[in-house]
Antibody, heavy 118, light 110 residues
Framework: QVQLQESGPGLVKPSGTLSLSCAVS?????????WGWVRQPPGQGLEWIGD???????TYNPSLMSRVTISVDRSKNQFSLTLSSMTAADTAIYYC???????????WGQGTQVTVSS | QPALTQPPSASGSPGQSVTISCTGT?????????VSWYQQHPGGAPKLLIS???KRPSGVPDRFSGSKSGNTASLTVSGLQAEDEADYYC??????????FGTGTTVTVL
């Protein structure tokens, strides 16, 4: 059974940088999947942030591209999200997720709340 | 890329059917048969219901079905049950820009 677990700070200061990690169990991030992040602001819909595939290729949401980096740590079987220049608009639940291809997401983490506030 | 357009809400009585639309453009839904649908209960993570327009993952009841015509995809929930009350989101490949999600639809079982 594949499981994903997000970890990171729940509070980030305005203009600060968010760093989240996602630990993967039940699968290897080096196999043929893509690993990514989706967020959901309070009371709003889902927004795709980006992903990194087993080939090392990264794809980002154009609206966030200038601020986002997604990377993998194969030794720890986890991947990470870095989002810089945070504002209140970045307050959201952040989910890590697995895509086995065909633009579908079949496994999701439970989500972690991130609040931007001084 | 702008979000795909879904109706904010939909409803039906137990046993009835409800259909949710998801309208995009020729740059996403209209070009790619890579539309997925997700169900999200309050406080929970999304769950994959449909991929590639009309394919159900193992374990998803056949009450859930998907289709597409032109720039609009649809999800039909037949034989509505109380547990189907949730938010539903579509998504599509968005050219070279990854994914785009829909605006979301809240389904209420009357």
């Amino acid at each position: 059974q594949v499981q994903l677990q997000e970890s990171g700070p729940g509070l980030v200061k305005p203009s600060g940088t968010l760093s989240l990690s996602c630990a993967v169990s039940g699968d290897s991030i080096s196999r043929g999947n893509c690993w990514g992040w989706v967020r959901q602001p309070p009371g709003q819909g889902l927004e795709w942030i980006g992903d990194v595939c087993h080939t090392g290729t990264t794809t980002y949401n154009p609206s966030l591209m200038s601020r986002v980096t997604i990377s993998v740590d194969r030794s720890k079987n986890q991947f990470s999200l870095t989002l810089s220049s945070m504002t209140a608009a970045d307050t959201a639940i952040y989910y890590c997720a697995r895509s086995p291809g065909w633009y579908r997401i079949d496994y999701w983490g439970q989500g972690t709340q991130v609040t931007v506030s001084s | 890329q702008p979000a795909l357009t879904q109706p904010p809400s939909a409803s039906g009585s137990p046993g009835q059917s409800v259909t949710i639309s998801c309208t995009g453009t020729s740059s996403d839904v209209g070009t790619y048969n890579l539309v997925s649908w997700y169900q999200q209960h309050p406080g929970g993570a999304p769950k994959l219901l449909i991929s590639e327009v009309n394919k159900r993952p193992s374990g998803v009841p056949d009450r859930f079905s998907g289709s597409k015509s032109g720039n609009t995809a649809s999800l039909t929930v037949s034989g509505l049950q109380a547990e189907d009350e949730a938010d539903y989101y579509c998504s599509s490949k968005a050219g070279s820009n990854g994914y785009v999600f829909g605006t979301g639809t809240t389904v209420t079982v009357l």
